[in-house]
């Protein structure tokens, strides 16, 4: 038996709708849409194809889009100052800078100066250390992405073995948080793990979350284990032609896994969708206006 597809395009199609019908209760309950505000510095060819499926998903939610594009030598301190100006304008209820940075910029100084309440990226410090001890907060929104898709997969996590390998603070590390709140076991394995075959054998849940295309192999896995593939790896294909493959060899994995998400249409689409979904929470916190629990 093939594995089943976790559908992480239909899974955020429906999340962005459910957000989009919220977003026009809020508006009408408040007057006001809710402001996502996204940075891009230089034109990495990738970042500004993220940028833009971002921009266009705010949109069609019926949320405010503040897009700022930042020359590739512009200073930390004018990043910074922009950061400020966002942070103090009322109609930004998220912040987002686009990652990678230029090497003339520091990374972790301009995370650290967003607002903690409106990093819908979740990877202010302070966002990071509330998850880490269960308070509530943002939470990043590709491992946001990845529960979701586990949820509705699996249900009840408790108990469930899972291996998340890789250990950015962006993705991996997140990831085994939100694992670990669920009740799972949690095992994080890294560029220094020994046997990860092994150790991935031992997975009912398997995370890859690496930057190495098609790294993990079939034979790695655990019958019928469930399979999230975070990683985003463009590789020329037989044809010559550019095309987006995972962390996880899908052609092996498949005959193995019990379920499986794709690349492209897994977990990035559900990426965007948690974005919209952590503006508008945002925006409501904010005016102490009432979500569904569950959104
Ligand atoms: N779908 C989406 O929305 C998103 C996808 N991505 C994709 O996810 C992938 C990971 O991203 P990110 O976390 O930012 O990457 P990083 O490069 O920051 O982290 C990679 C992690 O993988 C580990 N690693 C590297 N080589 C090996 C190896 N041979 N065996 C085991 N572990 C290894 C590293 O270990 P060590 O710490 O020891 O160096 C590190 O912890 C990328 O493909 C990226 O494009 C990222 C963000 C969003
Ligand atoms: N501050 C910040 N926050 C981020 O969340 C952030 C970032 N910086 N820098 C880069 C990574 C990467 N990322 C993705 C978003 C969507 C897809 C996505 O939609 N992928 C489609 C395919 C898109 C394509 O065809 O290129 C898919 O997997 O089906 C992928 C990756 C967000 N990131």
Same mark, same amino acid.
């Given at each position: ?16 709708? &459910?957000?989009? #019908? ?23 060819? #990738? ?29 930390? #301190? ?106 799972? &076991?949690? &095992? ?94 945002? #925006? ?12």
């Amino acid at each position: 038996m093939t594995a089943r597809l976790i559908d992480g395009k239909a899974a955020a199609a429906s999340l962005r709708a &459910t957000v989009a #019908a919220e977003v026009a209760k809020f508006r009408s309950a408040t007057g006001r849409s809710p402001g996502l505000a996204v940075v891009l510095v230089g034109e990495d060819p #990738a970042s500004a194809v993220y940028v833009r499926s971002k921009g266009k998903a705010t949109v069609e939610a019926g949320m405010q889009s503040i897009e700022h594009k930042l020359p590739a030598d512009t200073s930390e #301190a004018e990043l910074l100052a922009l950061v400020d100006q966002l942070n103090s304008d009322p109609a930004v209820d998220g912040i987002l800078v686009q990652l990678p940075l230029p090497p003339q910029i520091d990374a972790n100084k301009v995370i650290t100066r967003i607002d903690p309440d409106k990093d819908v990226d979740g990877f202010n410090p302070v966002n990071a250390g509330r998850l880490a001890i269960g308070l509530p907060g943002f939470v990043p929104c590709t491992p946001l992405g990845c529960l979701k898709l586990l949820r509705a997969e699996l249900g009840d996590l408790a108990g469930k073995h899972a291996v998340v390998i890789g250990r950015s603070n962006i993705v991996g590390k997140p990831v085994a948080m939100l694992l670990l709140a669920e009740h799972c &076991t949690v &095992t994080i394995a890294h560029s220094r793990t020994r046997n990860l075959p092994a150790v991935v054998r031992q997975a009912d849940i398997v995370v890859a979350a690496v930057g190495r295309p098609n790294m993990v192999k079939g034979d790695w896995l655990k019958l019928h284990a469930t399979v999230i593939d975070v990683g985003i790896n463009r590789v020329e294909g037989d044809d010559g032609k550019s095309r987006l493959v995972g962390d996880v060899d899908f052609a092996s994995a498949r005959e193995i896994a019990g379920a499986i998400t794709p690349v492209p249409g897994g977990v990035g689409p559900m990426t965007i969708a948690c974005l919209i979904r952590n503006t508008l929470v945002s #925006a409501a916190r904010r005016d102490g206006y009432q979500l569904p629990e569950d959104l």
